[in-house]
């Protein structure tokens, strides 16, 4: 079945340092990948999606790409500020029609940015 | 906009009682719902999916008898877990989607509602 693997935590950087979260998956079919990011005491947020392979997704800095050739769906970003400190999910779903269904996730890494 | 909240955001409850998990849609009309369930350490597990005014839909190895979910109205799901048991505690996350061809065509998560069964 389909699954979402992504890097254990927590991921400690300084500000302004480069960050990568690894994530792979594994799917039948032509999924939508996903970035949601969830801050301390809020719901997950959708980050950035892209929706086929060779697609960039990204938004505020981070950005991420489809890669179908190694089924992996990288997030990065070029320099971290303390308030990106928060839980990031990778996950993929089918999408019918426009409408995002069920949402495969991964288990989450946490990233804390010191000042 | 796309506002979702849960109510309560804790709760502890005696085993063997149950207790209702409100999910809301703030600004737009859901007609689908997602319940989640967050283990510790572990990812995010669909539970089922419900749409507005009819029966939900549970993944496979979630008990419908056990997680009862209701779709009433195009701004409110409840979940309830009926005869809680200690393994039932665990942090539930509810998320909504709007009408097609909305702007809210897309899954908006609630801030989760940690359960404690004691």
């Known amino acids: 079945g389909n699954s979402v693997t992504q890097m254990e935590g927590p991921v400690t950087l300084s500000e302004e340092a480069f960050l990568t979260i690894n994530c792979t998956y594994t799917?039948?079919?032509?999924?939508?990948l996903f970035w949601y990011v969830q801050y301390p005491g809020e719901g997950l947020q959708l980050l950035l999606k892209?929706?086929?392979?060779?697609d960039k997704g990204s938004n505020k800095g981070f950005e991420a790409t489809y890669r179908k050739e190694t089924t992996s769906f990288h997030l990065e970003k070029g320099s971290v500020q303390v308030s990106d400190s928060a839980v990031y999910f990778c996950?993929?779903?089918?999408?019918?029609?426009?409408?995002?269904?069920?949402?495969?996730f991964g288990t989450g890494t946490l990233l804390a940015v010191q000042p | 906009g796309a506002v979702v909240s849960q109510h309560p955001s804790r709760v502890i409850c005696k085993s063997g009682t149950s207790v209702k998990i409100e999910c809301r849609s703030l600004?737009?009309?859901?007609?689908?719902m997602f319940w989640y369930r967050q283990f510790p350490k572990k990812s995010l597990m669909l539970m089922a999916t419900?749409?507005?005014?009819?029966?939900?839909?549970?993944e496979q190895g979630v008990e419908k008898d056990k997680f009862l979910i209701n779709h009433a109205s195009l701004t409110l799901s409840t979940l309830t877990v009926t005869s809680a048991h200690p393994e039932d505690s665990s942090f539930y996350i509810c998320?909504?989607?709007?009408?097609?061809?909305?702007?809210?065509?897309?899954?908006?998560f609630g801030p989760g509602t940690r359960l404690t069964v004691t």
């Open positions: 998320s909504a989607r709007g009408t097609s061809g909305s702007s809210s065509y897309e899954q908006y």
């Open positions: 799917a039948t079919g032509y999924p939508s």
């Open positions: 892209a929706t086929k392979a060779d």
């Open positions: 996950a993929l779903s089918d999408v019918y029609g426009g409408a995002t269904n069920k949402l495969i």
């Open positions: 600004d737009f009309q859901a007609t689908t």
């Open positions: 419900s749409n507005e005014g009819s029966k939900a839909t549970y």
